[in-house]
């Protein structure tokens, strides 16, 4: 496993501001969810195909069925109003939250470096659209916060079976859920005081496990529609899926943007806009700058010192006097690994594809991207409490501003010029 303990934790203002951060996050996911009445932007291609699951017709969407599942079983519950198609996604946001905060604090052996990680999440607006709209995205984010939560645990066979369940259950939501087993195979190698016996039986059952879920899973929604649930017809619907996504590589659609873009970003989407009087309601998935900027900026001050260095001597680990990237490299270089690793493989299937990229295929990898930021801000504040605090301040400053913009609140044209400088983000 990664951790032993979670170290001390006096309360300091920097926590104060944090608890404002996840407060304010959580308070802009849950204010008008329902808002709109009706579909915006891809909700169509889900609640739809959560419709037929219900009435027993074929889903025609391109996903694997589990996210379309849990849509319907909502509408089920709850009837069929925007507000049911939403909430999944609400409790998906806040588990990402909380388990994320859980796993960084069990990660870097530190409280404080939890709750900072967790305030950061619940701050950014990518995360924030992703909680409000009936999309897949979200779903998949929250197995990846499960994930890393779950590599923190004492290491058994129990705890791969738990995460070939969560691996299982992010690739029947996406395809590219596999990306998460991709990772947990790297955490396998990363892991402390495992033997190669173990770590080879572990590899095996999560493989085993993600397939037997993604089968069963598959199988039920096939079931639902009147057809054959069985192993060669779950073959047959995915191969047929996968050639689909295959054949999209055109890169026409307004929203597309190729992934090197998705680091500063240019092109956010606007999931609605709504006149109303003499201004506007609007939902961006643009995130809090003050959180992206940083995260990136610090992933390539990572990314080269792990290059200079090279992977044997990062995972040598060793304190040191200063508090810069270099230093935070030598103290956690092996889970510095863990988290570059999943940002990379979830970005990887559009670095080897000429696939139809848009700026929601990188929601997964800008979680990791943020905890690895939330863990070093945290690192910092043991040392540099004044510079930690100063920058919590200025993403809560940046939240204040982009708040109306993530909550579909009530803003003026001007208001929406100041905040979407650059024309593509409007």
């Not at 195909?49 to 391109?62: H, S």
């Not at 080879?200 to 496990?209: E, H, P, T, Y």
């Not at 899973?217 to 009147?226: A, E, I, K, Q, Y």
């Not at 270099?326 to 080897?352: C, T």
Request: glycine share 10%; with cysteine.
């Amino acid at each position: 496993m990664f951790s032993a303990g979670l170290g001390r934790w006096a309360v300091k203002p920097i926590d104060a501001v944090a608890a404002v951060l996840l407060s304010c996050g959580v308070a802009l996911r849950a204010v008008r969810l329902s808002f709109p009445g009706q579909m915006m932007f891809d909700e169509l291609h889900f609640v739809e195909n959560a419709r037929n699951y219900l009435a027993g017709k074929p889903d025609w969407n391109d996903h694997p069925p589990l996210g379309k599942l849990i849509l319907a079983a909502s509408i089920r519950l709850f009837g069929d109003q925007s507000l049911a198609w939403r909430l999944p996604l609400l409790v998906a946001g806040l588990l990402t939250i909380a388990l994320a905060g859980v796993a960084v604090a069990r990660l870097f052996k530190d409280v404080r470096t939890g709750v900072l990680a967790a305030a950061l999440i619940a701050a950014d607006g990518f995360f924030i659209s992703y909680s409000r709209a009936g999309l897949l995205d979200g779903f998949l984010v929250a197995c990846a916060a499960a994930a890393l939560l779950i590599v923190t645990l004492r290491w058994t066979l129990l705890t791969a079976v738990a995460l070939g369940l969560v691996c299982g259950v992010a690739c029947s939501i996406k395809f590219s859920g596999v990306s998460l087993v991709a990772t947990s195979m790297v955490a396998l190698l990363l892991l402390r005081d495992v033997s190669w016996r173990m770590r080879v039986g572990s590899a095996a059952l999560i493989s085993v496990v993600t397939v037997l879920v993604y089968f069963v899973v598959f199988g039920l929604g096939l079931s639902l529609t009147g057809k054959s649930g069985a192993p060669p017809s779950v073959v047959t619907e995915t191969l047929g899926l996968l050639k689909h996504h295959a054949a999209a590589t055109s890169m026409t659609h307004p929203f597309t943007s190729a992934w090197p873009t998705w680091f500063l970003p240019t092109r956010p989407i606007i999931m609605g806009v709504f006149r109303e009087g003499g201004g506007l309601r609007t939902l961006t998935t643009l995130g809090n700058l003050a959180v992206w900027w940083p995260a990136m900026v610090l992933a390539a001050s990572l990314t080269g010192l792990v290059a200079w260095r090279g992977v044997g001597a990062t995972l040598q680990a060793r304190e040191g006097a200063s508090w810069g990237p270099g230093a935070f490299l030598d103290a956690h270089g092996r889970e510095v690994l863990l988290l570059g690793a999943g940002a990379l493989l979830f970005v990887a299937p559009w670095m080897l594809s000429r696939r139809d990229s848009y700026i929601y295929h990188f929601l997964p990898a800008y979680l990791f991207f943020t905890v690895l930021l939330g863990a070093y801000v945290g690192w910092v504040a043991r040392t540099r409490r004044s510079a930690a605090l100063v920058f919590v301040a200025v993403v809560l400053v940046v939240l204040a501003f982009y708040a109306p913009a993530w909550s579909f609140g009530l803003i003026t044209d001007a208001g929406f010029d100041a905040r979407f400088v650059l024309p593509g983000w409007r």
